[in-house]
């Protein structure tokens, strides 16, 4: 019993700090187009596409919006930084995925 949850103490710890980095290369990565992690949700799944008719349009318009200029980046193959070098970002900001984790919790 003390095996394993120490095991399970080691394994906690080495998740976190593998997720600690991968969040790292991550958000680098969502920084050079200007997308948060959300933007990268499938919207054909039923339960995000539900989550994203109940959300406010601005959030929606937002999302839209980040998306086209990510692709428009990657097709002039440049940074967010080449033309808004001091532009903040929130690139974990959630706006929508707390109504995702309704709906599935509701279904």
């Known amino acids: 019993r003390e095996a394993t949850m120490a095991l399970r103490m080691i394994t906690e710890k080495a998740m976190g700090l593998v997720a600690k980095q991968?969040?790292?290369?991550?958000?680098?990565s969502l920084?050079?187009?200007?997308?948060?992690?959300?933007?990268?949700?499938?919207?054909?799944?039923?339960?995000?596409?539900?989550?994203?008719?109940?959300?406010?349009?601005e959030v929606i318009?937002?999302?839209?919006?980040?998306?086209?200029?990510?692709?428009?980046?990657?097709?002039?193959?440049?940074?967010?930084?080449?033309?808004?070098?001091?532009?903040?970002l929130d690139i974990y900001k959630s706006e929508l995925y707390e109504s995702v984790e309704k709906i599935r919790a509701r279904d």
């Open 61 to 88: 318009t937002g999302r839209t919006r980040r998306i086209k200029r990510a692709l428009d980046l990657g097709f002039k193959r440049k940074n967010l930084q080449d033309y808004a070098p001091d532009m903040e």
């Open 22 to 28: 991968y969040q790292a290369a991550l958000g680098a």
């Open 31 to 57: 920084a050079q187009t200007g997308l948060r992690y959300e933007d990268l949700l499938n919207e054909g799944e039923r339960d995000i596409a539900e989550a994203m008719a109940l959300a406010d349009p």
